[in-house]
């Protein structure tokens, strides 16, 4: 078997070129023998952690690098041969994309210069094979200028792609790298892991360039070629140049540079001087203890934070709790209401450094499942703001790390089912309506089995005829391919010292963002921090509904004050009375709420996780019901079982519940439970938990359990590969839920100004919160001239307490700046609606939308009088004052200008009277 490491491989994350994803390439270099392989897809470094990871499980070595484009039109293969080096081509790729809109890179050969300390670069010849670009003497320039910087190591590669000529100009290739001092190498130029890609790598190209197939012409390729080929195969095509195919081992060996050495290392501002980070976190918690637990601590709770100290300490994980408590320390000072949720919730620590408000007492935690010594990953902790104020906290992370050292992480939109067949149909010259009809069948699918024929024939479509057939098949193809990098919803990566040196940062769409180029799988791969800063509209209405009630009320609430298990409060969960309740507000949750009548908090965490597709296709719900109302036997097949399922009846209902029946009764180690987990959270991508089948099934019967029990708890459990929630998550959202029914039973008035000071929010128009108020005994006024603002407010009602007065927002097209003036200018009130209109400056589409809305009552004018009197209102300036103001203007222009010479003109017939 002749040595060879493929080292020009275009990925899919050279976007729309690669016709293979990473792992497909790096398996089929394992299946050829290739000693190496490279990915170097074009300015990015996007794709190269999934081959990483695939490279390490398939046992190939990668080497790191990128293909590098430059704005003059040449272009270099970099390869990093250590740290060192790597991190200045990180630097270098920031450089170009920060210069650039989203999605580009501008690079210039200096740059490269620049940043070139420990590359290595293969320069890449003209890409069309006519031999007069060979000897071209600016290809030539360019060359020699390379080998005269980089010296020893710079190459210059060669490609064999039947086109014909392949063999004259490899040798003038290797003439021209004798003597410019670049010995030869040989790629493949690989495109796609096998040949069958090749009409998807037409496809993609014709996406690319906007064009269909049958416009392409020379844009495609001319063959199938550009695939990874055997070492055997490519010393055949380089037959006589064996010294090139040789060379590729040694720039492999010489490239030594891992991913693996990537060490995070965490920001340290934030511990005082004096402390260690551990010692730090451990001083904070015992001090947030205190507070939490003013009767004392309890030993269960006690026990938990020892356990969880020991493991941050031995993990090195206590900058990273105190990063989080850091910035949520800010948001509190800032009266920023927030929450963690999803697997924080498992930690005592994170609940008495108030990060989360779910008291580890009251609930069955599983900290393994947040952070795990086997696992040897940081901790995702993620935190919920005011969706209104969660850029305050935003920029507060700028303002402290800087944006060297803070960025977004990347969210990889890929093809799903719609967009796949949508740009899949064009490039084929389908027609419209055909790709229409296709689209519109994929509705909420995400899978290539979403192509069926029965769906073809309900749309009238004959899924024998070869055009669809070849259209949905290079559609399954294309699922799941990456479309482009975006910015994760509130994904923070911050680090002690240059970010751009672990992996490149781009420009954002949104101004004054900017991105690393991997998302949330590849900083888990690599072990790298994420901090989760998202927006939840619940948090900025309860904060708002806090408010008012401590305004007009006088009673100081917030989440951990609100008073627990309130029957009231149940009683009207029960009947299902939930409208602008968070998470049980849906249809779905309101037929659900009668049927299993909430009466505890923990109910309450099942009511939030059990409406979810995972449960209900994995047949969990109707057993449960049933179990509960006392008509189907609770029974455990071993008491290992019973602690794992006895709180939800012997049904698994949690995330967490299905790892802890993998290990206690499949024999799971726990990094083996941990992978389980990722299936059942990689809900989009079904088919992922089928893997496990065997194991957990095999498992269970090897330790006493019958095979038909198997059998159903492992059904049960792919119903998860559906979505279903993790407890920690479900029990996070389970406290807003109760405080937001608390609040709509206690103070219906509050609570719904809130709401709708809040909008856009929730499963509910304004219109139908107004109405569920009234129906709850809240006098709801309308909105006025002379009472309203821009926010709903309450006002003082003799009967009922407090009264709702809507404000202008509810008003469909006013803008908050005219009724600022409205409110800034009235004054005592107004009386009339020309006297509004001149005091407040509101045009007469202003002015009609308020008669619209009946806004003028206070007027003595209902909403007909008050339309006829706005149409009579004249907002035009006065003459006289027209002219004098221009007189005026003139007089002060000539001031101004030093013109004193002349006698200031002041013309006499703007003074006379009109």
Request: charged residues 25%.
């Amino acid at each position: 078997m002749t040595p060879y490491a493929e080292l020009q491989v275009t990925s899919n994350f050279s976007f729309l070129r690669g016709a293979s994803h990473p792992d497909e390439l790096v398996a089929q270099a394992a299946a050829l023998g290739l000693a190496a392989i490279a990915i170097t897809d074009r300015n990015t470094l996007a794709g190269v952690v999934r081959a990483h990871v695939a490279a390490r499980e398939a046992g190939v070595r990668l080497v790191v690098g990128a293909r590098l484009d430059f704005t003059c039109g040449s272009s270099v293969l970099c390869f990093p041969q250590d740290r060192a080096a790597y991190g200045r081509l990180s630097r270098l790729l920031t450089l170009g994309k920060r210069r650039a809109p989203k999605g580009e890179c501008r690079l210039a050969r200096d740059d490269l210069y620049d940043h070139g300390e420990g590359q290595i670069v293969v320069a890449l010849p003209p890409a069309r094979a006519d031999l007069s670009l060979v000897s071209n003497p600016a290809f030539a320039r360019r060359l020699e200028e390379l080998a005269r910087h980089f010296g020893g190591r710079c190459y210059l590669a060669a490609q064999h792609l039947y086109r014909g000529d392949d063999a004259r100009r490899i040798a003038q290739l290797a003439r021209l790298g004798a003597r410019l001092g670049a010995p030869l190498i040989a790629t493949g130029d690989v495109h796609a892991h096998t040949p069958g890609r090749r009409p998807l790598q037409d496809v993609l190209t014709c996406i690319r360039e906007g064009c269909t197939i049958a416009e392409a012409g020379l844009r495609l390729a001319a063959n199938a070629e550009r695939h990874l080929k055997s070492g055997a195969e490519m010393a055949r095509l380089f037959a006589g140049h064996a010294d090139a195919v040789a060379r590729t081992i040694e720039i492999a060996g010489r490239c030594g540079f891992s991913l693996d050495e990537l060490a995070y290392e965490y920001p340290d501002e934030i511990v005082p001087e004096g402390h260690t980070p551990q010692s730090w976190l451990v001083a904070l918690t015992r001090a947030g203890a205190r507070e939490r637990y003013p009767g004392g601590v309890p030993p269960k709770v006690r026990a938990q934070l020892d356990h969880e100290f020991g493991l941050i300490d031995k993990l090195g994980y206590a900058p990273y709790f105190l990063t989080v408590h850091d910035i949520v320390r800010f948001a509190r000072a800032r009266g920023i209401l927030c929450q963690g949720r999803g697997s924080a919730a498992n930690s005592a620590v994170c609940y008495c450094l108030r990060i989360t408000a779910v008291d580890p007492d009251k609930s069955e935690i599983l900290f393994e499942r947040f952070v795990s010594a086997e696992r040897g990953e940081p901790p995702d902790i993620d935190v919920d703001f005011e969706h209104q104020r969660r850029e305050e906290v935003i920029q507060y992370i700028y303002a402290k790390y800087g944006r060297d050292r803070a960025a977004l992480a990347a969210t990889t939109i890929t093809y799903r089912g719609r967009s796949a067949i949508r740009d899949v149909g064009k490039a084929l010259g389908l027609s419209l309506d055909t790709v229409g009809a296709l689209a519109g069948t994929l509705a909420g699918r995400y899978g290539g089995d979403a192509f069926c024929d029965a769906d073809l024939r309900g749309i009238g479509l004959d899924p024998k005829a070869p055009g669809l057939r070849r259209a949905v098949r290079l559609a399954r193809a294309l699922i799941g391919f990456p479309r482009h990098l975006s910015q994760h919803v509130g994904g923070f990566v911050i680090s002690r010292g240059p970010l751009s040196e672990l992996v490149p940062i781009a420009n954002a769409a949104m101004p004054e963002r900017t991105v690393i180029e991997w998302n949330k799988d590849d900083l888990d791969a690599l072990g790298l921090l994420k901090v989760d800063v998202l927006g939840l509209g619940m948090l900025t209405c309860l904060r708002k509904a806090f408010a008012l009630i401590a305004r007009h009320h006088g009673r100081a609430l917030d989440l951990a004050t609100v008073p627990a298990e309130d029957a009231a409060t149940y009683d009207m969960l029960c009947a299902a009375d939930s409208i602008g309740v968070f998470q049980v507000e849906s249809r779905a949750q309101m037929s659900m709420l009668p049927r299993l009548k909430p009466r505890t908090f923990y109910d309450l965490v099942i009511e939030v996780a059990i409406v979810r597709p995972g449960p209900i296709q994995g047949d969990m719900v109707h057993p449960y019901l049933r179990r509960r109302r006392g008509e189907e036997p609770v029974d455990y097949p071993s008491p290992e079982l019973e602690r794992v399922l006895g709180r939800t009846l012997g049904v698994p209902l949690f995330q967490e519940q299905a790892m802890r029946i993998a290990v206690v009764a499949a024999g799971f180690s726990p990094g083996e439970a941990d992978a389980l987990r990722r299936a059942m959270a990689a809900w989009r991508r079904p088919g992922m938990i089928d893997g496990f089948h065997d194991k957990l099934v095999e498992g269970m019967v090897a330790n006493g359990y019958a095979r038909g029990f198997a059998e159903r708890c492992f059904r049960q459990i792919l119903g998860f590969g559906e979505y279903g929630f993790p407890e920690s998550h479900a029990a996070s959202f389970a406290l807003l839920a109760y405080v937001s029914a608390w609040l709509k039973r206690h103070y219906p008035a509050a609570f719904t100004c809130a709401l709708l000071n809040s909008q856009p929010m929730g499963f509910y128009a304004p219109a139908q919160l107004v109405r569920d108020a009234r129906e709850h005994g809240v006098e709801v006024r309308a909105a006025d001239v002379n009472a309203s603002d821009w926010d709903c407010a309450l006002e003082a009602d003799g009967e009922s307490g407090m009264a709702l007065r809507l404000g202008f927002r509810q008003v469909k097209g006013l803008k908050q700046a005219g009724i600022g003036r409205l409110v800034a200018n009235r004054g005592a009130g107004y009386a009339r609606v020309d006297d509004l209109a001149r005091r407040a400056g509101l045009s007469p589409a202003t002015l009609a939308r308020l008669a619209r809305a009946d806004a003028f009552r206070s007027l003595g004018l209902d909403r007909r009088q008050a339309a006829w009197a706005v149409r009579g209102v004249d907002t035009a300036p006065l003459p006289l004052f027209e002219r004098f103001l221009n007189s005026f203007l003139i007089c002060t222009a000539l001031f101004l200008l030093g013109d004193r010479s002349r006698r200031t003109y002041v013309p006499k017939k703007s003074l006379r009277r009109p």
